[in-house]
């Protein structure tokens, strides 16, 4: 299985047990370009993943984490929105999109 079809199945897993507006609104946030984003110890293993990839493709941390800030910048102006959704699943997901894009030869998700 290619490293995206595992991402992928992972990403179902996710949403199919994740519970929508966790009971639990205590979860640790900071701030990331002033937008205020969750911070479990899930997320920050995430982000160190991604930031692996900046010397072999430097534009995909950028593309990821703009996409979660992007998404969690909806989230803060959208209190609904917010309630309804599970911040650390969405942060994962979108963090998490695109690893499998990488087609080079070389490149260890690359299958023939």
């Known amino acids: 299985m290619k490293f995206s079809g595992l991402v992928s199945c992972l990403a179902v897993v996710g949403a199919t047990v994740a519970a929508p507006g966790r009971k639990d609104k205590h979860l640790p946030t900071t701030k990331i370009a002033n937008i205020e984003v969750i911070n479990t ?3 920050q293993d995430a982000v160190k993943l991604v930031k692996n990839f900046i010397p072999l493709q430097p534009y995909l941390y950028n593309h990821l984490m703009r996409s979660w800030l992007y998404g969690a910048a909806a989230f803060n102006n959208n209190a609904t929105l917010k309630a309804s959704v599970d911040l650390e699943l969405h942060a994962i997901g ?5 690893l499998g894009w990488d087609m080079r030869p070389d490149s260890p998700w690359h299958s023939p």
């Open 41 to 43: 110890p899930l997320v």
């Open 94 to 98: 979108t963090l998490l999109h695109d």
